[in-house]
């Protein structure tokens, strides 16, 4: 919709200078147009709006004007360099906005991470390690994690802050597994409604 709406907004504006500007230089109107939407809006409102511009330029701009028909055949190659300049340029700067927001994510993830190793570089007790990486895992990927220690005998047990929960207690032997075969163990669920799980070996 914010595509259609920019689309004919830029026609409205263009319409007073039809009799001022060259064709050509209408064009670039819209070509700016499907520029800024796919920088904002991103690929698909981009192209969207590189088709709707053809059609209201080849509607409002070319004579015949108001009617869907052309009167001389060299404009359906404006039409086509038009529509091929507007999607190339939709791809560049949707592909430069994904970028951008790749860029700002890893900066993101790469802050948070120094800040959990700055955190863990004071922490003193095994509880103090627990609360702060259960703090990152749940602001950060909205999960949560138990931290299971060999005791003397080198069964697994819950580490002081990390309660144990029923859940846990039924999938007890997969942490077994992953802590002594020292490789992950994805688990789907084990009851219905449970989010899936892995049990990551510490080294």
């Known amino acids: ?22 064709p050509a230089n209408i064009v670039m109107l819209f070509l700016l147009t499907v520029l800024l939407l796919a920088v904002g809006l991103g690929r698909g409102a981009a192209v969207l709006a590189a088709f709707f511009s053809v059609i209201l330029f080849d509607f409002f701009f070319i004579p015949p004007r108001f009617s869907m028909a052309v009167a001389d055949a060299q404009y359906l190659v404006t039409f086509a360099v038009m529509l091929a300049a507007a999607l190339i340029t939709a791809h560049l ?22 800040e959990m190793a700055r955190d863990l570089a004071g922490a003193l007790t095994v509880e103090q390690v627990t609360g702060i990486t259960r703090s990152f895992l749940r602001r950060e990927l909205a999960s949560d994690c138990r931290l299971l220690l060999p005791n003397a005998d080198g069964h697994l047990e819950s580490s002081p802050g990390s309660e144990p929960t029923a859940l846990m207690v039924l999938e007890h032997s997969l942490a077994t597994m992953a802590f002594t075969a020292g490789r992950v163990v994805p688990c789907e669920r084990i009851v219905d409604g449970a989010s899936p799980i892995a049990y990551i070996p510490l080294p």
């Open 1 to 22: 919709a914010l595509a259609i709406a920019a689309c004919g907004l830029t026609a409205l504006v263009a319409a007073p200078l039809h009799d001022v500007l060259d």
């Open 93 to 114: 700067a949707a592909g430069l906005r994904h970028q951008a927001k790749l860029a700002a994510t890893r900066e993101r993830h790469t802050r948070a991470l120094y």
